[in-house]
């Protein structure tokens, strides 16, 4: 089975010793490329992890759907208001595979939703800055699901099977939103003068934060070591963001615009695009909470849950009286 | 007194119940699992299976199925379980030894 109906905490978490007999028997199978099911044995540990990870991703998505859910009513043409509207869907349908996911981990849904709302949980720290103008949508297509698609490739062969299956889904999706939102940049690019300079603007402002997506660098990476034994993580942080850099830079040339580091150049020899210091005191300021729209943000999701709340009591109130007369046999005078 | 099959009887009235997604995404291939979603009643799990797994044409058929009704086999006990399967090699048709004058069989 997959997921249980694990709406309400354990009442006893499974508190078992874990022997180094057991431990060693799990990591041979992460080592022998196996994937871990729900109902496996697992150390406590790689289930906190994983809880953590998967429930932070989903919170991401769902988050995210409001930079951009910012522009749809403001799209200049219909083509891309369906676009963006598809798009901003499809984050939502990723939260919602990813809290599937997590919930096989025996937490549960209202849990995972009150961790975000309370500030517990942890989200990317990229939706934290605000959409200012039509080319950051299309900024936040090439570039945030540009680094987002480098980070999710690889977790797509993560050793715990349900959050792998998800991240399949999930990637199929994600080109087409990378793809569109480098259109978007390339019609900008291509426009008037005003037009190249909101490109170049936005490109300007997301760049740096896009560049902390990838997360701390590899020299304080707090659990890396731990999840790439435990199969959960294949690249390190440091790794993908300069694979992100080299993939992305020469797309930004191409649409002829430049990129707000003064330090950016190619090393032939490596083959790799080297970038300026990134300015680790502002990731963490805006993971934190102090961000330019943390506040924002979180206001804007619990206003939703508070109004959506009569909604769902109403419709649970409606099927439980549907099931309660489906219960009650007929009279006999009818 | 009516026998309601729907195990989510017995879940807690105010939390959503969860249902397992399964699709088929072409004639003649078998449902498949999806993933799960959160829905008060079977129509609206329908609904919301749609709209979260099916946004581009994954599927001709959905169903979705309460997850408390779905029993599950023991993976601790997968050993023993299905131990027997692996003793039959009888079963197998490469048991049988057919000369290779008679050609493929």
Known sequence: MYTQALNQRDAAPAATPEDAAALA?????????????????????????????????????????QPEGNWITRAPSLRRKAALLAKVQDEGGHGLYLYAAAETLGVSREELSAQLLSGAAKYSSIFNYPTLSWADIGAIGWLVDGAAIMNQIPLCRCSYGPYARAMIRVCKEESFHQRQGYELM????????????????????????????????DSESQHSDQSMRWGIKRFSNDALRQKFVDATVPQGHFLGLSFPDPALRYD????????????????????????????????????????????????????????????TPPLAAE | MAENP???????????????????????????????????????????????????????????????????????????????????????????????????M
């Open chain 2, 6 to 104: 729907m195990p989510q009887n017995a879940m807690p009235q105010n939390v959503m119940p969860l249902w397992e997604v399964f699709i088929r995404s072409r004639t003649g291939m078998a449902h498949r699992h999806a993933g799960s979603v959160h829905a008060p009643d079977a129509e609206m799990a329908l609904q919301a299976a749609r709209d979260t797994y099916t946004r581009r044409g994954e599927g001709l058929s959905l169903w979705v199925v309460p997850s408390a009704a779905i029993i599950a086999s023991d993976p601790a006990d997968k050993a023993e379980f299905f131990e027997p399967t692996a003793e039959k090699i009888y079963r197998h048709p490469t048991f049988y030894e057919i000369p290779p004058e008679v050609g493929h």
């Open chain 1, 186 to 217: 390339l019609a900008l690019s291509r426009g008037t003068a005003e037009q190249k300079a909101m490109a170049q603007d936005a490109l300007n402002r997301w760049w740096w934060p896009c560049l902390m997506m990838f997360g701390p660098p």
């Open chain 1, 268 to 327: 032939a020899e490596a083959g790799h695009w080297r970038f300026g210091a990134i300015d680790w005191a502002e990731f963490r300021r805006v993971l934190a909470g102090d961000g330019p729209c943390n506040r924002q943000r979180l206001e804007t999701r619990r206003r939703a849950e508070a109004e959506g709340a009569w909604v769902r009591e109403a419709a649970l109130a409606h099927a439980a009286k549907r099931r309660a007369r489906a219960a």
């Open chain 1, 25 to 65: 028997r799990f990591q041979a199978r992460i080592d022998a490329d196996e994937r871990i099911e729900p109902n496996d044995w697992m150390p406590a540990a790689y289930r906190r992890t994983l809880v953590r990870q998967i429930s932070q991703h989903a919170h991401s998505e769902i988050i995210g759907m």
